[in-house]
């Protein structure tokens, strides 16, 4: 099976057209949305569309938690860019569309790839997998060998390697895309990147390909139309700075 690994698009369709015009040559089965399709972004209703047409097998982020959060009135509203952009999200969604967030999960295993999907790390929806302390402690709270997540909108894999005082943890980052081949008595954590606001100094949207026959991930990074998304931000009158970030890739 071949799987199309989507993160953190955040609203910005611009991005997520790109990263599907990019995609479809590559061939994929399946869409997995690692989670935060909302927040920060000027598309909010574009995007759920585009996702929901593919068919996306969509996870739960910390920002459509903070949404349905502020949906059921159980979250303090405070002035932050994140309230700004989600309050503003809020108010343009429809009752069906929040009604198919309500039905993401946090966290899915999948038999048939033999891989979990969370947001955050293995073991949680908002811990960041960022570091290869963090790897390593997610590592230890989780027994499985193949993980999939998102949230640090920074592409990477955390592998573990045997040794003699047991596992050691390995990490590599993709700031220019690449691939990687799971070696065979290895657990992994494999991380797309972000699709609508990379964090590592590259702006162009991040996605993945796995490959479950041949255990190959596969990092692409894919320029698109910038200056599109940061004048619908701007129209929308969301903070300046979730324009300006975008074209600095942070």
């Given at each position: 099976m071949?799987?199309?690994?989507?993160?953190?698009?955040?609203?910005?369709?611009?991005?997520?057209?790109?990263?599907?015009?990019?995609?479809?040559?590559?061939?994929?089965?399946?869409?997995?949305h690692l989670?935060?399709?909302?927040?920060?972004g000027?598309?909010?209703?574009?995007?759920?569309?585009?996702?929901?047409?593919?068919?996306?097998v969509?996870?739960?982020?910390?920002?459509?938690?903070?949404?349905?959060?502020y949906?059921?009135?159980?979250r303090?509203?405070?002035?932050?860019?994140?309230?700004?952009?989600l309050?503003?999200?809020l108010?343009r969604?429809?009752?069906?569309?929040?009604?198919?967030?309500?039905?993401?999960?946090?966290g899915?295993d999948?038999?048939?790839?033999g891989?979990?999907?969370?947001h955050g790390?293995?073991?949680?929806?908002?811990?960041?997998?960022d570091?290869?302390?963090?790897?390593?402690?997610?590592?230890?709270?989780?027994?499985g060998r193949?993980?999939?997540?998102?949230?640090?909108?920074?592409?990477?894999?955390?592998?573990?390697?045997?040794?003699?005082?047991?596992?050691?943890?390995?990490q590599?980052?993709?700031?220019?895309?690449?691939s990687?081949l799971?070696?065979?008595?290895?657990?992994?954590?494999?991380?797309?990147g972000s699709?609508?606001?990379?964090?590592?100094?590259?702006?162009?949207?991040?996605?993945?390909?796995?490959?479950?026959e041949h255990?190959?991930f596969?990092?692409?990074?894919?320029?698109?139309?910038?200056?599109?998304?940061?004048?619908?931000v701007?129209?929308?009158?969301?903070?300046?700075?979730?324009?300006?970030?975008?074209a600095?890739?942070r």
């Amino acid at each position: 099976m071949r799987l199309l690994l989507l993160s953190d698009t955040h609203a910005n369709q611009p991005a997520l057209e790109a990263v599907l015009h990019d995609a479809a040559p590559r061939r994929f089965d399946q869409v997995i949305h690692l989670g935060d399709a909302l927040g920060y972004g000027p598309h909010p209703r574009e995007v759920l569309n585009t996702l929901r047409d593919l068919n996306a097998v969509c996870l739960l982020g910390n920002h459509e938690q903070m949404l349905l959060a502020y949906v059921n009135s159980k979250r303090e509203i405070r002035e932050s860019v994140v309230s700004a952009a989600l309050l503003w999200q809020l108010g343009r969604l429809s009752e069906r569309e929040l009604a198919w967030v309500r039905t993401w999960r946090d966290g899915i295993d999948d038999p048939n790839v033999g891989a979990r999907y969370r947001h955050g790390t293995p073991v949680s929806l908002d811990a960041y997998t960022d570091s290869v302390p963090a790897a390593r402690e997610a590592f230890a709270r989780w027994g499985g060998r193949l993980g999939f997540v998102g949230h640090t909108h920074v592409p990477a894999v955390y592998a573990t390697l045997n040794a003699p005082v047991g596992e050691w943890v390995k990490q590599q980052a993709f700031p220019e895309g690449g691939s990687y081949l799971l070696p065979p008595s290895a657990r992994v954590i494999l991380n797309p990147g972000s699709v609508g606001q990379p964090r590592d100094g590259n702006p162009h949207a991040s996605y993945a390909i796995y490959d479950s026959e041949h255990g190959y991930f596969e990092v692409f990074r894919v320029p698109y139309d910038v200056v599109r998304t940061q004048e619908a931000v701007l129209a929308a009158e969301l903070p300046p700075v979730l324009a300006t970030r975008l074209a600095l890739g942070r």
